[in-house]
Each structure stands twice: as structure tokens, then as C-alpha cells.
């Protein structure tokens, strides 16, 4: 059974860092597609970033040079570092999976079988 837990959410300020994590279990994690997710209240869910393969990242355009995701497989877990986050970034984050052997990974949540149950970012200013 694919499990995701998400963990590292709280509360940080603007120009802050704060690093979530995703421990994968119940699959073969190291050729999965990962990617993180957010929603805020009363918005649609949006990709934030991917990763594939160790090297394959994509990111949304207003968070590049500022949020990092990264694997170890060792751990089963990937991670995504957000530097420098901003008040409008507040929101519920999720980590998702798509362990189909020829995944292509991106920002479309369609793409992604399995969730966890989400970690809350809150950025002050």
C-alpha cells in the first residue's frame, strides 16, 4: 500500500526557510515521480515542484531560485526547501506520487495517483 506522509509545516517568516519532508513507503521509490502541491483557502490546487529520477526538476515559474526539491533514496524521502517564502504562499502542502515505470512527472496534480494528507505552511510578513 502506497503511503505518503508529509511532515516540517508550521509557521516562518517572510525571507525565512523551512524544509517539508515526504516519506514514501509501499512502493519502489527510487524511479517514482514525486511532486509537491498547495492550496490555499479558496484556490485551486497548483504544482509548486517535481522530481524525477534524482535529476529531473520542474518548478512553478514564481518559485524558482527560491524552493529546492531533492530525493534520498536511502530514506524513501524527498524534501522540498523553500528559502525566501512569501505571505501568498501560505497554504496546505501536499506530496504526491505517480509510480507508473514511464511517469514524465510536471506540475499537473491529473498526473499523480497517490497524496498525503498534507502539511500547513503559514508565512508571515
Known amino acids: 500500500q502506497v503511503q505518503l506522509v508529509e511532515s516540517g509545516g508550521g509557521s516562518v517568516q517572510a525571507g525565512g526557510s523551512l524544509r517539508l519532508s515526504c516519506a514514501a513507503s509501499g512502493y519502489t521509490y527510487s524511479g517514482a515521480c514525486m511532486g509537491w502541491f498547495r492550496q490555499a483557502p479558496g484556490k485551486e490546487r497548483e504544482g509548486v515542484a517535481s522530481?524525477?529520477?534524482?535529476?529531473?526538476?520542474t518548478y512553478l515559474d514564481s518559485v524558482k531560485g527560491r524552493f529546492t526539491v531533492s530525493q534520498d533514496n536511502a530514506k524513501n524521502t524527498f524534501y522540498l526547501e523553500m528559502n525566501n517564502p512569501k505571505p501568498e504562499e501560505s497554504a496546505m502542502y501536499y506530496c504526491?506520487?505517480?509510480?507508473?515505470?514511464?511517469?514524465?512527472?510536471?506540475?499537473?496534480?491529473?498526473?499523480?495517483?497517490?497524496w498525503g494528507q498534507g502539511t500547513q505552511v503559514t508565512v508571515s510578513s
Open positions: 522530481i524525477h529520477r534524482v535529476r529531473t526538476t
Open positions: 504526491a506520487a505517480d509510480i507508473r515505470v514511464f511517469c514524465s512527472g510536471g506540475l499537473a496534480a491529473q498526473m499523480y495517483s497517490y
